[in-house]
């Protein structure tokens, strides 16, 4: 089956060993977290709407972990087997080993069923058949696993999908007051009520310790897959991978 990209996001020049050991970051630039970027995904397609790209280091000094974020805004208290993934989608990390800001690895997960029985497909770390925004789920492990149960579809790999806590923090109340213009995602058009001037009433975030976590009681689907670093061609102590991740729909 044959996939168009719906959304994507991007984390680039990745030091390897930022990725899986170092604790100085190499990061050179990044996108940051997106919630709800479009109305119409948020209100029609949120298995599409990615919000966060992480890269960690494993349980083994030897692994790395890669973290998608999807479905945000899923409120907190919600039952682990309510949400499930979208089963028309293909999830995607993207990896490039060569710096030529092509993928030459992808981590693909499918799904199907719905509810807390919701069966997981893992393909990958592979080379992909298709590249771009077109794209096709290679061949899956025969090994499957269950929503929000953690398994292993091959040795030394460990795959986790199901609903987790909001990993982002913004002080969303406050970023209002500095561009007014902006949209809660939870709230009709438009952000600033009918009859009040829409000009900034701050200029920066509060101080660390008066900031309020929008997110705080949000939760997101999280795919979540550990693998060895050689898995990826990580060279120990000089290569870099850039990552990034994508929903795509079936055309």
């Known amino acids: 089956m044959i996939f168009s990209t719906k959304r994507s996001k991007v984390l680039l020049g990745v030091g390897a060993l930022a990725v ?63 949400v499930s993934f979208d089963q028309d989608v293909l999830y995607q990390f993207k990896i490039d080993n060569t710096g030529d800001n092509v993928e030459d690895l992808v981590i693909q997960a499918r799904f199907q069923g719905t509810g807390a029985n919701q069966k997981v497909f893992i393909a990958g770390p592979t080379k992909p ?42 002080d969303l109340d406050q970023l209002f007051t500095i561009l007014p ?31 309020k976590d929008f997110l705080a009681n949000f939760n997101v689907l999280g795919l979540v897959v550990e693998v060895p670093k050689s898995a990826l061609a990580i060279r120990a102590g000089r290569g870099k991978i850039r990552v990034w991740e994508t929903t795509s729909i079936a055309q």
């Open 20 to 82: 899986a050991a170092l604790a100085v970051g190499t990061t050179r630039y990044a996108i940051g977290s997106d919630h709800a970027g479009t109305v119409v995904t948020a209100q029609t397609r949120p298995g599409t709407d990615l919000s966060d790209l992480h890269i960690f280091p494993g349980s083994d000094p030897n692994n790395v972990v890669l973290s998608m974020s999807v479905h945000p805004l899923i409120p907190a208290g919600t039952a682990p087997s309510a």
């Open 129 to 170: 058949s298709r590249i771009g925004t077109v794209t096709q789920f290679q061949t899956p492990y025969a090994i499957t696993g269950t929503l929000n149960q953690e398994f292993s579809p091959k040795a030394g790999m460990k795959v986790f999908a199901g609903l987790r806590s909001d990993p982002f923090f913004i």
């Open 181 to 211: 213009d902006r949209k809660d995602p939870l709230l009709p058009s438009p952000a600033t009520p009918p009859g009040e001037a829409n000009t900034p009433k701050a200029t920066s975030f509060r101080a660390p310790g008066d900031a």
